[in-house]
């Protein structure tokens, strides 16, 4: 069974940075993709950033240039660097992984509060 574990929410100030972390353990297979997405309180879940195992990354327009995803393999673990962090972020943040296009799994999510 995967599970994920996520780490590293919290509240911060508009201008601020934080760095969020997921690491999967269990049964995983070699070629994936992680990712962070995020939910606000009324909205519907949408992509931040995706990586794949082989270091293609994705990002949102919203996060560009402000957000930076990387992975390492050795640890299955993703990582989500956000710097110059806006109100708008503010989210619960959930980790995914997915491979073959059925075997996804998500993380149970960390609450990002920025704060103008």
């Known amino acids: 069974q995967v599970q994920l574990v996520e780490s590293g929410g919290g509240s911060v100030q508009a201008g601020g940075s934080l760095r969020l972390s997921c690491a999967a353990s269990?049964?995983?297979?070699?070629?994936?993709?992680m990712g962070w997405y995020r939910q606000a309180l009324g909205n519907q879940r949408e992509l931040v950033a995706t990586i794949s195992s082989n270091g293609i990354t994705n990002y949102a327009d919203s996060v560009k240039g402000r957000f930076t995803i990387s992975r390492d393999n050795a640890k299955n673990t993703v990582y989500l660097e956000m710097n110059s962090l806006k109100p708008e972020d503010t989210a619960v943040y959930y980790c995914?992984?997915?491979?073959?296009?059925?075997?996804?799994?998500w993380g149970q999510g960390t609450q990002v509060t920025v704060s103008s």
């Open positions: 269990g049964s995983i297979f070699g070629f994936n993709t």
């Open positions: 995914r992984l997915s491979w073959l296009v059925r075997n996804t799994y």
